[in-house]
């Protein structure tokens, strides 16, 4: 196989449990990028909550809030925001919801009325009772609902939008339909000159799915979810165990 892009999901991928790169898998990276492959992230995070990670690993480009927006050498080439006539009516229809909070992704902040929201660190993530809000700009909605049935009355393809749910967690997460990680990856394969047959990419959970399943290689972590194993080429080992490293290493290097 001839890869020429490599881009991987970030939490329960690239990162291990205690949320960090491993040595071997930095050292991978760096290799393969000396061969001329290029490297991407792709994540739900907005991207200025991926810079910690950009520094040590220095990606070429990265791709965040779920695919929203491509940034290519800190430069952004590619948003696609969720439309605001439809933020406005979607927006009010989950505020209608008491038991669920919200986290608004814009480009530059992120506006929430969940305080554990708040608690993860100084990435730009400010306070909002969301008496006001600037529909503009809008990359993804993230969700906070302990039970997702609350939110199955809400059909999100009405707003021309996805709806996406998380491996284990509480968190859902909402963007514009045109905005998923394979559209964003299949734009920058463009930007690159690069054939969708020579991507690989690395995964975990649901959103990843369609990603891992049209791309070149798609390769699932062990720790994955099942769903996500089914559509794979490859099954490599865990996120604690350097599976992307190994796999580098084994087919690439």
């Not at 730009?124 to 609350?150: H, P, R, T, W």
Request: contains cysteine; hydrophobic residues 40%.
């Amino acid at each position: 196989m001839e890869i020429k892009l490599i881009v991987t999901d970030l939490d329960g991928t690239l990162l291990n449990s205690k949320k960090c790169v491993s040595e071997e898998t930095t050292l991978a990276i760096a290799n393969a990028q000396k061969i001329g492959v290029h490297f991407a992230f792709a994540t739900a995070r907005p991207e200025r909550n991926t810079l910690e990670y950009a520094e040590r690993i220095k990606p070429d480009s990265i791709i965040s809030n779920n695919g929203a927006k491509v940034s290519v050498n800190k430069q952004a080439i590619r948003t696609v925001c969720i439309e605001p006539h439809y933020a406005k009516r979607m927006i009010a229809r989950l505020l209608q919801i008491d038991s669920i909070r919200l986290c608004l992704d814009y480009d530059d902040i992120s506006v929430t009325n969940c305080d554990d929201y708040l608690s993860w660190g100084n990435w730009g993530a400010v306070y909002s009772d969301f008496s006001s809000i600037n529909y503009e700009g809008i990359q993804k909605i993230a969700i906070e609902s302990m039970d997702i049935s609350l939110l199955s009355t809400i059909d999100f393809e009405d707003y021309d939008c996805h709806f996406y749910a998380n491996q284990g967690e509480k968190w859902f997460m909402v963007t514009n339909k045109q905005a998923s990680k394979y559209n964003a990856i299949k734009f920058l394969a463009h930007y690159y000159k690069i054939d969708i047959s020579n991507v690989a990419v690395f995964g975990d959970d649901y959103n990843d799915i369609e990603m891992v399943e049209k791309c070149g290689v798609g390769i699932a972590m062990d720790n994955s979810i099942q769903e996500l194993k089914n559509v794979a080429d490859f099954v490599c080992a865990n996120n604690d165990d350097s599976g992307i490293a190994q796999w580098i290493n084994t087919y690439l290097l």
